[in-house]
């Protein structure tokens, strides 16, 4: 009698000990199941992939032409970018991806290879024209002797209430600041 009870108890604990480990495993794999299937979707259906081109709207006419009537129903082998393209319901893209996709090797195809496309080379030629008509030292300077006078005004009552005599004095607006920067670069001659 001893013994069947003995056994008994020895069968409960290893059943439960089965149990509670079998438990364990198909939580650990419904884990392992669910975080794979979350990242696999993060990975696949995340817009991380935006290509960007750098030529403004309209550079080249002829991009989106057709671009509205054509179909995607498999995997846009020709883009060249190596490795499996992402495939979705039966192996089509999605209308974003594919749009995009597209356009951007239409664009690449009349760029020549190995040249900077017109965007970056677009600032050279506008060079010239950032000094049409401007002249040098646009700002006001000011003389000897309303610098002598910025100087000692500094000096006697500070820069904030120099700066509002001071503009009153000369009739024209004069900034703290400059009546500050006038004030350390100010040198007495001896």
Same mark, same amino acid.
């Given at each position: 009698?001893?013994?069947?009870? %003995?056994?008994?108890?020895?069968?409960?604990?290893c059943?439960?000990?089965?149990?509670?480990?079998?438990?364990?495993?198909?939580?650990?794999t419904a884990?392992?199941?669910?975080a794979?299937?979350?990242?696999?979707?993060?990975?696949?259906?995340?817009?991380?992939l935006?290509?960007?081109?750098?030529?403004?709207?309209?550079? %080249?006419?002829?991009?989106?032409e057709?671009?509205?009537?054509?179909?995607?129903?498999?995997?846009?082998?020709s883009?060249?970018?190596?490795?499996?393209?992402?495939?979705?319901?039966?192996?089509c893209?999605?209308? #974003?991806?594919?749009?995009?996709?597209?356009q951007?090797h239409?664009?690449?195809?009349?760029?020549?290879?190995?040249?900077p496309?017109p965007? =970056?080379?677009?600032?050279?030629?506008?060079?010239? =024209?950032?000094?049409?008509?401007?002249?040098?030292?646009?700002?006001?300077?000011?003389?000897?002797? #309303? =610098?002598l006078?910025i100087h000692?005004?500094?000096t #006697?009552?500070?820069?904030?209430?120099?700066?509002?005599?001071?503009?009153?004095?000369f009739g024209r607006?004069?900034? #703290?600041?400059?009546? =500050?920067s006038?004030?350390?670069?100010?040198?007495?001659?001896?």
């Amino acid at each position: 009698m001893l013994c069947c009870a %003995f056994c008994a108890v020895l069968c409960a604990l290893c059943c439960a000990v089965l149990c509670t480990a079998l438990c364990y495993a198909v939580l650990y794999t419904a884990l392992c199941y669910a975080a794979v299937t979350l990242l696999c979707a993060a990975v696949l259906c995340a817009p991380a992939l935006l290509l960007v081109k750098e030529e403004p709207a309209g550079w %080249f006419p002829d991009t989106e032409e057709g671009l509205e009537n054509l179909q995607y129903t498999e995997a846009d082998t020709s883009l060249g970018y190596g490795g499996q393209q992402a495939t979705y319901q039966g192996g089509c893209l999605p209308w #974003e991806l594919a749009a995009v996709a597209s356009q951007a090797h239409t664009l690449d195809a009349h760029l020549p290879q190995g040249i900077p496309g017109p965007s =970056r080379i677009q600032g050279v030629e506008d060079v010239g =024209r950032l000094t049409e008509g401007k002249c040098p030292r646009a700002y006001k300077r000011w003389n000897t002797e #309303e =610098r002598l006078q910025i100087h000692r005004a500094c000096t #006697e009552m500070g820069p904030s209430k120099a700066a509002r005599q001071l503009s009153q004095r000369f009739g024209r607006k004069i900034n #703290e600041s400059t009546v =500050r920067s006038i004030h350390k670069s100010y040198i007495i001659g001896l």
